[in-house]
């Protein structure tokens, strides 16, 4: 400041005092404060300060002072008011504010928040500038009885015409020569940064005062200033928005102490704190923008007992930041009463609903109602209490604070309650409006159907043609009116006939669908799709769908009808979402995040006659809450059904039941289906002790298999209580491949596993895990034969009728793979009823088909296998550990063996072979196919861990349990780990290179590879002459 | 409003019905498999009155199964905006009632319910005029207009009101009684 005021005052020298002010005035604004927002209150000094600002405000529209005319008033005014500093002060206020509202519209909004700002330091300067001229001495004698004049326009009948006329021809001649010296709009950045106040400026200082006295302390200390000019301070400033803080510029915090000695007002014992340099433009700067509150528009309360409600605005007071709104009253007219008569009234907490206010049950509690004429208005009031009423509203009047004002969305039913019954909402064209200024941008689109509601073309139709910001041209439905027509697009509102399938974007309905049922005015009437209910909405937030959805179907990754799995024991279906409780339909609201996951799968549960209902087929409740109903099965889960009635609207037209109460209506489809399979049922079975048993079934399986084949299946495939849980696993592939930990529960084909490593439970699939090595056997069988047999447990395990389905769909090529190469020429004869079966369930058929010869690649199986107890014993019976066949694919296994091991390994087996020739047939067949699961040490393999990253390792050792000790690198060189059996892909050799043959008769010769036939290598077998025709599979390139 | 088209359609056929009587299995599966649908395009399949032609079949290689492309004719019904239909109250309640016109379901909604007809809860829910003459419960069959309609996939539902002339209940089954 005082670097700046000196140029100031050098400035001065040559030119008068205007221009001083308007200097002063500049800088002040540029230096991005608004150190004065009153002002302009000229020769109204005398009155008290409140009055004072208050009319300066007023003035604010006056101060504008381009043209010369004003200039040369404001000249003349000003000249005089030179002389008393105080008047100086004022002027130079509302200079300021007149400079604001020219130059820089952005800021200077005309003072929500307002500043009373003091500026002393340029006085002293002036007065001795003003004294040292003749001119300004003269003014100011003939002036000074002068000064109350309150009009400018009285000015001009001033006696010194001619002094003043001289004064401002200098002036003008000053702004011709350097006409726009200070008002060069293109301010740099540069310069605007060197205006910000800087070290060698004054500090502000943030001194507490008492509450509510601001501008008194700061007038106060104005007049002390004037009082005392040795006072060293600059300037003072109180903010409106700031309580209990002025601001003091200084240099020095003596120098604020001295000004604030003495000043009740000011508390002695607190220290003036200085505000550091960088926020010192903040104090000055404004921030929120001033909303033009009209009346009419639609507002919220933000505190006290009518928080949150919705007014309406009917009369603003910007100069007392007051607004008088209606509201509808929440009025507890018998407390009211009790007061009234002088009772004790006891606080209550609640807070009463609100009602419209009734003169007669107001008077029928002896509460007194005067009728008052209210002296602006001319309207009837009823007071009661010091509250007034009119028409049942409460019009209250409240502080501009203590509103919310933007970004208000009234909501339909609000809107409601406050128009009256009598009312016509459609005919608020206010209160429309109001909804309008929230529209979203892009709000019309073209071919919107519209309708105008201002104006003269007032409710003619037409479509949107054109938009351009704000305006719309629309092509009226007027015959005669052949012509675009522009519209603004507050006149305009979007219409919709009756029938029309439209969609709600804003609101508390937003994203439903629904088709419009009716139209009365600007108010839709929708029958939602989905929930087949009325909902009222205004035709602003509604847009035409041509979606042939039912609104929002999707949150995250489910959508509507899915079937979801809530926790172990609950599951629904999204509508909102339907419990499975049988019988019981429980709505609950759930949040995705409670949603565990998404039941994908396709079962079949058993209705009361053992029939197999699958989903789309038509069921029929017999028993229960929901008796009489019927409809398609949507979904199935655990013997409960979901079905789906259109007759029935609660629910979305779900109703739960369970399996056991329902019936199968003939006609669907694939019901047929159910029943073929059940009857062909036993010749499954038939199939599966039989086939599976002989070929190289070992004891402890086959005869497990025979106590109970689908045991299996009820352990694996059911509840979780089976012989895993608590079982130390290891996850082998997905997100947790590599972890161990233990299984804490089976659900379905999920596991839910403790990580040993972290404190966390994850659920996996099933088939990502593997027991470790110490796992009994019982898992293992578990796993197996449930994927073999799952078409028997429908009917074998009545107590789980459901149990397939746990299993992936996944499973079952494995078991038709397995089953069919030979059963389909062995035991065709047997399976009459399947055939049947298969009408119409092509599922059955795309699985069978997946097993032709060429399919079954072993390693979709590997996956669940590695670590098995029998495994082990089995390569123990064989009497060959090393040769390591390790059953990574079980299925693999018994094809495989080498005679003597088959023999050693399966004494009990044989006997139930009869299928023994199959097995001949078989081993060639499915042993070419499983690579890589013979491995034996020296070979070179590939490592895959963790996606894609492979890399070259060479087999150490086969270990018992099918994974193999391995050592990176190609020539084993690396680090040593343990790989299971499907992280190894064996390296076959190229020509010339040295090779072990992995499998058949010759396991374990290495050779050399001389040459490709097709899918057979040539090997000359290391250390003699002969040629071996081998398939290339069974090859494996030796590291070295 | 009803249709006699021609439509198309590919058929798969399990191997196990090539014999004499494959076109007899083709066409009983045709109509096994059509009858009854509803495409958004075309309304409801009601019932298939010929086959025009069967294609020739294609193995579809690994399931044996063959494709015929088969073509056919059939009746369709598919409602339209503003068509008059009779129907059948299937539910009455305060929002309005349920009818069926087929296999169409169709909402009238009380605002498209003449004004001076008023909702009647109780036992048989239904919509009576003031002076009890005309009443519309389940059961009975109204004349309508179908103002709007909604086309899914798998399903058509309609809106229709009463509102006009010439419309509302043409048989009462509670009259007789």
Redesign the interface.
């Given at each position: 400041m005082p670097r700046r005021r000196h140029e100031e005052e050098e400035v001065e020298e040559e030119y008068d005092m205007e221009e001083e002010e308007e200097e002063e005035a500049e800088e002040e604004e540029e230096r991005g404060g608004k150190r004065s927002r009153r002002g302009g209150g000229r020769g109204k000094r005398s009155r008290g300060v409140q009055s004072y600002i208050d009319d300066m405000a007023s003035e604010d529209d006056d101060a504008d002072d381009d043209d010369d005319e004003d200039y040369r008033g404001d000249g003349r005014r000003r000249a005089p008011k030179k002389m008393k500093p105080p008047s100086y002060i004022d002027d130079m206020a509302g200079v300021v504010e007149g400079e604001d509202s020219d130059d820089d519209g952005s800021d200077a909004e005309p003072a929500n928040n307002c500043v009373t700002a003091v500026t002393c330091a340029p006085l002293r300067s002036i007065s001795g500038f003003i004294d040292d001229t003749d001119a300004g001495a003269e003014i100011r004698d003939n002036n000074v009885g002068r000064r109350p004049i309150p009009h400018s326009s009285s000015m001009m009948d001033d006696d010194d015409d001619e002094e003043v006329e001289e004064i401002v021809r200098r002036l003008q001649k000053k702004y011709e020569t350097e006409p726009h010296f200070d008002y060069d709009e293109e301010v740099t950045e540069v310069e605007q940064q060197a205006l910000l106040p800087s070290v060698k400026d004054p500090k502000l200082w943030m001194v507490k005062c008492a509450i509510g006295h601001e501008r008194e302390t700061a007038v106060c200390l104005m007049q002390k200033f004037i009082d005392r000019p040795d006072l060293q301070i600059k300037s003072v400033v109180a903010l409106e928005h700031l309580k209990n803080f002025i601001y003091i510029e200084a240099e020095k915090e003596a120098h604020v102490k001295e000004a604030c000695r003495g000043l009740r007002n000011i508390f002695a014992s607190a220290r003036p704190t200085l505000v550091p340099i960088r926020e010192m433009s903040d104090v000055l700067s404004v921030k929120s923008k001033s909303v033009d509150l009209s009346m009419d528009s639609w507002v919220r309360m933000k505190l006290g007992l009518y928080k949150g409600d919705l007014a309406k605005v009917v009369a603003v007071d910007s100069a007392h930041q007051k607004v008088t709104v209606k509201l509808i009253p929440r009025i507890d007219l018998q407390a009211l009463a009790n007061k009234l008569e002088g009772h004790e009234v006891t606080k209550k907490s609640f807070i009463p609903p609100p009602r419209f206010f009734s003169v007669d049950e107001a008077r029928e509690l002896h509460i007194r109602v005067e009728s008052k004429r209210d002296r602006e208005s001319g309207e009837y009031f009823d007071v009661v209490n010091g509250l007034q009423f009119n028409d049942g509203f409460l019009h209250k009047t409240f502080s501009i604070r203590s509103i919310r004002i933007q970004n208000i969305k009234p909501s339909f039913d609000e809107l409601e309650k406050f128009n009256k019954p009598s009312d016509d909402l459609n005919e608020d064209v206010a209160s429309l409006s109001a909804l309008f200024a929230n529209r979203k941008k892009g709000h019309f689109m073209k071919g919107d159907a519209v309708i105008v509601i201002k104006g003269d073309l007032k409710n003619l139709k037409g479509s949107v043609e054109k938009v351009e910001d704000d305006t719309v041209h629309i092509q009226p439905k007027q015959p005669r009116l052949p012509r675009t027509l522009a519209f603004s697009e507050k006149d305009l509102c979007k219409y919709f006939n009756p029938g029309d399938h439209v969609k709600i974007i804003s609101g508390v309905q937003e994203g439903a669908m629904g088709m419009v049922v009716k139209v009365e005015g600007h108010v839709l009437t929708i029958l939602s799709d989905t929930t087949k209910e009325h909902i009222r909405v205004f035709a602003d937030h509604v847009v035409e769908s041509s979606e042939a959805t039912t609104g929002i179907t999707r949150i995250g990754d489910y959508e509507l009808h899915d079937l979801v799995l809530l926790n172990n024991l609950s599951f629904g279906i999204i509508i909102r979402v339907l419990k499975g409780v049988p019988g019981k339909p429980e709505l609950a609201l759930v949040k995705p995040r409670e949603i565990k996951s998404k039941i994908d799968r396709r079962t079949s549960a058993k209705d009361r006659y053992n029939n197999i209902v699958s989903t789309k087929d038509i069921v029929r409740v017999v028993e229960g809450a929901c008796k009489g109903k019927q409809g398609p099965v949507e979904r199935i889960h655990r013997g409960i059904l979901f079905i789906y009635d259109r007759h029935y609207l609660e629910h979305s037209g779900f109703i739960c039941a369970n399996a056991q109460t329902c019936l199968l209506v003939g006609g669907g489809t694939s019901s047929h289906c159910g029943n073929a399979m059940h009857t062909a049922n036993p010749s499954f079975r038939a199939f599966s002790s039989r086939i599976f048993q002989p070929p190289g079934r070992l004891p402890p399986r086959g005869s497990h298999m025979n106590s109970g084949g689908r045991f299996g299946g009820t352990g694996s495939g059911g509840r979780g209580h089976d012989a895993m849980v608590n079982r130390c696993i290891k996850i082998i592939s997905g997100p947790y491949k590599g972890y161990r930990g233990r299984v804490k529960e089976v659900t379905g084909a999920l596991v839910r596993i403790e990580l040993d490593s972290q404190m966390k439970i994850v659920t996996v699939k099933r088939q990502d895990i593997s027991d470790t090595a110490a796992v009994a056997t019982p898992f293992r069988e578990t796993r197996y034969p449930s994927g073999v047999e799952i078409p028997v447990h429908p009917s074998q395990t009545p107590l789980h009728p459901i149990q397939t389905p746990t299993w992936d769909s996944g499973a079952t090529p494995i078991r038709d793979g397995m089953r069919t190469p030979m059963p389909s020429r062995a035991w065709v004869p047997m399976s009459p009823a399947r055939d049947n079966g298969e009408d119409g369930d092509p599922s059955v058929w795309a699985s069978s088909a997946a097993y032709q010869p060429g399919t079954p690649r072993s390693r979709p199986y590997e996956a669940p296998t590695p670590g098995s107890g029998w495994a082990t014993g089995w390569g123990d019976a064989a009497g060959n550990p090393t040769s390591t066949n390790v059953p990574s694919t079980p299925i693999g296994q018994p094809m495989t063996p080498g005679p003597p091991s088959y023999l050693a390994g399966t004494p009990s087996g044989q006997p139930m072979t009869p299928g023994d020739a199959g097995l001949d047939l078989l081993s060639p067949l499915i042993g070419g196919e499983t690579e890589g699961n013979w491995l034996l040490p020296d070979v070179l393999v590939n490592v895959s861990r963790g996606g894609d990253e492979v890399s070259h390792a060479v087999v150490k050792e086969v270990l018992p349990d099918g994974s193999c000790r391995v050592s990176l690198g190609l020539l084993g060189d690396g680090d040593e780990l343990i790989a299971t059996a499907n992280e190894l892909e064996v390296v076959r050799p190229k020509k010339n290179e040295k090779l072990r043959i992995m499998n058949g008769a010759m396991r374990g010769v290495t050779g050399k590879l001389i040459g490709i036939d097709g899918s057979d290598g040539i090997v000359r077998v290391e250390g003699s002459l002969d040629m071996k025709i081998v398939d290339m599979v069974i090859l494996g390139k030796l590291a070295f | 409003m009803f249709f006699h088209i021609v439509l198309e359609r590919n058929m798969?056929l399990?191997p196990?019905h090539f014999g004499p009587h494959l076109r007899d299995k083709l066409v009983s599966?045709l109509i096994?498999?059509v009858e009854g649908t509803c495409s958004?395009r075309h309304g409801f399949v009601v019932a298939i009155t010929g086959v025009e032609d069967v294609g020739k079949g294609l193995i579809r290689e690994?399931?044996?199964?063959v494709t015929f492309p088969v073509k056919y004719q059939c009746v369709v019904f598919r409602p339209f905006?503003g068509e008059i239909l009779e129907a059948v109250v299937?539910?009455v309640?305060k929002?309005g009632f349920?009818a069926e016109a087929g296999p169409v379901?169709i909402?009238v909604?009380n605002?498209?319910i003449p004004d001076d007809m008023e909702f009647q809860s109780g036992d048989v829910p239904n919509y009576t005029t003031s002076d009890g003459s005309v009443k519309i419960q389940k059961e009975s069959e109204v004349r309508l207009k179908?103002?709007?309609?909604?086309?899914?996939?798998t399903e058509i539902?309609c809106?229709g009101?009463i509102k006009d002339d010439f419309l509302g209940v043409i048989s009462d089954p509670g009259a007789a009684v």
């Open positions: - | 798969q399990h196990r599966k096994k498999d958004g690994g399931t044996g199964f905006k299937t539910m309640n929002m349920f379901q909402f909604s605002h498209l179908i103002i709007g309609t909604r086309v899914d996939a539902f809106i009101t």
